[in-house]
């Protein structure tokens, strides 16, 4: 009796097998990608290394990197940074997912009311920034009317600072909800039957049913919104310029690009900005996202 021998990956005629040579055609994109991706990365990060005004370039090394740690207005862009990007996301979570799960539900109107519900995310960044100072604007004085207060708005940050935090929840909330409605229709509605004939509330679904099978939506669209809103530069641009009583991480740097011409240090703050995002973003994902490899990779049965 013979034992049936495994199969071997065919080779082409030059003696490669399937994988190396799927290998081989995609080397030329990947290499091309990395050459876009990178080259402005290590660019900016060469740049970052002198003190460059107008024509005229002296190498510092890492000097430039130490300005920025003595600088009190990089500490407070960094600080305005963080309080808008942990405000927004939350904000963006809980009503993106009040969106989706009223969106998910089956009623007379669903699809008017999911177009509804996503316009705002359509609409241009730098658009719904004008408008959006404009109805916070003490002058027209839209806002302070709807809500009978006097608040200047514009003048004071800490209410700017709300005010262009609403402005973006208002925008990307949509996106969030369009993410995790993406989870929600991938739930099996029996898993929900089963639940309702063991006599599980509403509350209870939601709990142990709905959350736990929506984390990898979860997990996408929480790190999608805080990486966007590390970078966010539009709404701080729109309401204050370049303030630093309302300034992010991008438009100080863009200040230093532009209004006061420091190349290498406008540089430096950018390339700050990059590294920050990065470790944010593999921080998020080595933190979450090696649970959910570890949740779905199935266990081995032991001999």
Known sequence: MTANKAPTAARSGTGLGERAMGRVFLAPSFAFMALIAFFPVLYAIGMSLYRIKGFDQ?????????????????????????????????????IGLAFALIMHQAFVGRGLTRAIILVPWVVPTAVAAQVWRYMFDHNPGFVNALLG?????LRDPAWSMVGMISADVWKTAPFVALLLLAGLQTIPRDYYEAARVDGCTALQRFWYITLPLLRPSIVVALLFRTVDALRMFDFAYVFAGYSNSLATLSVYAQRYLVAEPELGYANALSTVTFAIVMLVGLGFISRMGRQLVGDAAPRKERA
């Open 58 to 94: 002296e190498f510092v090394g890492l000097g430039n990197y130490l300005t920025a740690l003595s600088d009190g207005g990089f500490f407070n862009a960094a600080l305005n940074t963080l309080i808008f990007t942990v405000a927004s996301v939350s904000l963006e979570f809980v």
């Open 149 to 153: 207060t006097e608040i200047n708005w």
